[in-house]
């Protein structure tokens, strides 16, 4: 079975800092991992992925994300925070083994708080 | 290009009282799935098309939840009767048919409060 972890209910970081937010995975074989972020009364908007290749993966509004096999992580980063990034942040894999399976196993939800 | 469309966007009902939610996917994306997000809680799938087809509804409780795409476009799930846990946002999303890899298209959900 697959699954996700993030271990922080919440992020506080200053603006114009950099900012981290945790993901540990769990699934069989080699993941396909996501982050989606939320904002509120929104939908989830997808941010970045990985499937396979650069262990760094670039996505929207200037987050990257770091893909840590031996750590079996996921880490969404951004260099410098802006307050608008202030917003609920989820983690997702989708186990590939699974043929056919396009269904995304979301963590519990990090909501970040960029501080002005 | 508009997105995935649901309605209503939140719902108040009592115990025991049937209520129906609609979505409308991106046009041409022939997979559709509706995940329930209970509070402070992370999306969990309900049920997942293929066209017309649900492919994958094993965590959808059937004892009080339907759900239909007869055309292969829109859907509609229902939950009848409604209990006070039902209360969460229910949110649709889409995807293409190429690829598969995973990049899912979510509309803004439909929130529903059980009194």
């Known amino acids: 079975a697959q699954s996700v972890a993030q271990p922080e209910d919440q992020v506080n970081v200053a603006e114009g800092n950099p900012l981290t937010v945790k993901c540990t995975y769990s699934?069989?074989?080699?993941?396909?991992l996501f982050w989606y972020v939320q904002y509120p009364n929104r939908g989830l908007q997808f941010l970045l992925k990985y499937i396979t290749g650069d262990n760094l993966v670039k996505g929207s509004y200037g987050f990257e994300a770091e893909f840590n096999k031996s750590q079996t992580s996921f880490h969404l980063k951004k260099p410098s925070a802006l307050v608008s990034d202030s917003a609920l942040y989820f983690c997702a894999v989708r186990d590939p083994s699974r043929a056919g399976a396009n269904n995304l196993f979301f963590g519990t939800g990090t909501r970040l708080t960029v501080i002005p | 290009e508009a997105g995935v469309v649901q309605s209503p966007r939140y719902k108040i009902i009592e115990k025991k009282q049937p209520v129906a939610f609609w979505c409308n996917p991106i046009s041409g994306h022939n997979t559709l799935y509706w995940y329930r997000q209970n509070l402070g809680q992370g999306p969990e799938l309900l049920i997942r098309?293929?066209?017309?087809?649900?492919?994958?509804d094993s965590q959808l409780p059937k004892d009080r939840f339907s759900a239909e795409r007869l055309k292969g476009v829109d859907s509609t799930l229902k939950i009848q009767p409604a209990e006070l846990g039902d209360s969460a946002v229910y949110l649709c999303?889409?995807?293409?048919?190429?690829?598969?890899?995973?990049?899912?298209?979510f509309g803004e959900g439909s929130r529903l409060t059980v009194l």
């Open positions: 699934v069989s074989g080699n993941p396909y």
């Open positions: 098309y293929e066209n017309e087809e649900a492919v994958d």
């Open positions: 999303a889409s995807s293409p048919p190429v690829l598969n890899t995973g990049e899912l298209f």
